[in-house]
């Protein structure tokens, strides 16, 4: 993927006052997937008292240009949050916009830590530096502002002639405000400056930015904050993830029953399903109906299914279960309780009820129970989605793996009920060399993958 673009990232940085913020900033591009071929910190000692982040630019731009040759220059601020997937998408949207000069987004996330507020403000045809992307051709535009300037995103995008600036409304990076060290532009301890106070929303206990962002991330925002304080948030509603493929009638009778049971299973739930659904021409009413044009990937079809989502808890499960009275409210509770990000809930079918009200552990059809897994929003933004190296056997199997690499732990929750008869109705219709496809043949995928 864009082997004929040479792409660097550049990180201006004081790493002597806010070391941690230059620690996370590395970990962030790590978990990157596009890599970048280089990334230079520009961390030299400071030679005055004065901000010095345009001095820091124009240099780490010379370098990447003229001795690393460059392309393009992702522009990375240490202190801020991206997701990982910022550099694909920033190259993507700048290669399918002509690869202007200077590329990025008219809209920037703002979050200042100590007053837990942010808002999201747009600027009038530019971008923040921390949402900026310049191609090699930046050093053709003479920069008549001086080192100490502390506008470098201001002066550049109204210097530079070839400019596109979009709007993107996802939250692919925010802007931390933390009053840290002095590397930062002119407003760096607040957010508020040419906001209106509508737009400016208070977020008690940081529970939006602990859903934009990811584990480690929001830790380290929630340790560095003045005020932070942990409250109470009641869970009302949880966003189902749900793929069909109904190929007859009774596969319809079987979803139909199935989004019945869920909509009844819970008075204090409220459920927003998501159908992800093989057959263009088949829509079930009271859901949201989604059809997709690529291959069956059961983890792709999720992710795809994921990404209309926006509540705190998202159920990723099978149209072939039954759902308990207070499932929901069961799991969700001792998820809280217990500081747990996912987890499946008991099936009776195939398990003893030891006792016990959680038992930690990964494996599959004992703590893993793939047909239905609850995770915390924070879950997805953490691992990237779920791995598609499998189409469909195996699936739970990849992403306990990579819970397990991201030192996320997964329980099984004895209090809340969900029946799993497995009856592989769908599978069962179909063609030998398709269900060999999707079952055998995955698992000797992913063991030539484990051992690779």
Not at 24 to 43: C, N
Not at 151 to 156: E, I
Not at 333 to 346: I, R, Y
Not at 401 to 426: C, E, M, N, P
């Amino acid at each position: 993927m864009y082997s004929d673009i040479k792409i660097g990232v550049i990180i201006p940085t004081r790493s002597e006052e806010r070391k941690q913020f230059l620690e996370h900033a590395k970990w962030q591009i790590q978990r990157q997937t596009l890599q970048p071929d280089i990334v230079l910190l520009v961390d030299y000692k400071a030679e005055s008292t004065e901000k010095d982040i345009t001095q820091r630019y124009r240099r780490g731009f010379d370098n990447l240009i003229n001795k690393e040759k460059c392309d393009c220059i992702i522009c990375w601020e240490d202190d801020d949050y991206y997701k990982h997937n910022y550099i694909e998408i920033m190259v993507k949207l700048w290669v399918h916009h002509g690869k202007p000069t200077m590329f990025g987004f008219n809209n920037s996330y703002y979050y200042n830590i100590n007053d837990q507020k942010y808002f999201n403000v747009h600027h009038n045809g530019r971008s923040s530096m921390m949402n900026t992307l310049v191609s090699k051709e930046i050093l053709n535009t003479k920069w008549t502002f001086p080192d100490n300037d502390p506008w470098t995103d201001y002066r550049l995008w109204t210097t530079v002639k070839n400019v596109k600036a979009i709007t993107y409304n996802k939250v692919l990076c925010i802007g931390i405000k933390h009053n840290i060290g002095m590397c930062g532009g002119n407003n760096h301890g607040t957010i508020y400056q040419n906001a209106h106070e509508k737009d400016i929303i208070d977020d008690e206990g940081m529970l939006w930015l602990e859903a934009n962002t990811d584990i480690k991330s929001i830790e380290l925002y929630r340790s560095l904050s003045k005020t932070y304080k942990p409250v109470f948030e009641e869970i009302k509603e949880i966003d189902v993830v749900v793929p069909c493929n109904t190929m007859n009638d009774e596969l319809k009778k079987m979803t139909l029953q199935f989004i019945s049971n869920l909509k009844h299973s819970d008075d204090k739930i409220k459920f927003n399903i998501f159908i992800l659904e093989q057959q263009k021409k088949v829509n079930y009413s009271g859901v949201t109906t989604l059809h997709y044009d690529f291959e069956f990937n059961y983890n792709k079809v999720m992710n795809y299914g994921y990404s209309f989502t926006k509540s705190k808890y998202i159920c990723f499960c099978n149209n072939d279960v039954s759902f308990s009275y207070n499932w929901a409210t069961e799991i969700i509770k001792e998820m809280k309780q217990n500081n747990v990000l996912s987890a499946s809930p008991f099936n009776p079918v195939i398990l003893k009820n030891t006792g016990e009200k959680i038992k930690y552990g990964y494996e599959v059809r004992k703590e893993m129970l793939g047909w239905c897994i609850v995770a915390n929003r924070s879950v997805m933004n953490t691992i990237g989605g779920f791995s598609e190296c499998v189409n469909f056997w195996q699936s739970e199997v990849v992403y306990a793996d990579q819970l397990k690499q991201a030192g996320i732990k997964h329980a099984l929750i004895y209090s809340s009920v969900v029946f799993h008869y497995d009856t592989s109705r769908t599978l069962n219709l179909l063609d030998e060399a398709t269900y060999y496809n999707y079952t055998k043949k995955q698992s000797l995928i992913y063991n030539k993958i484990k051992n690779e």
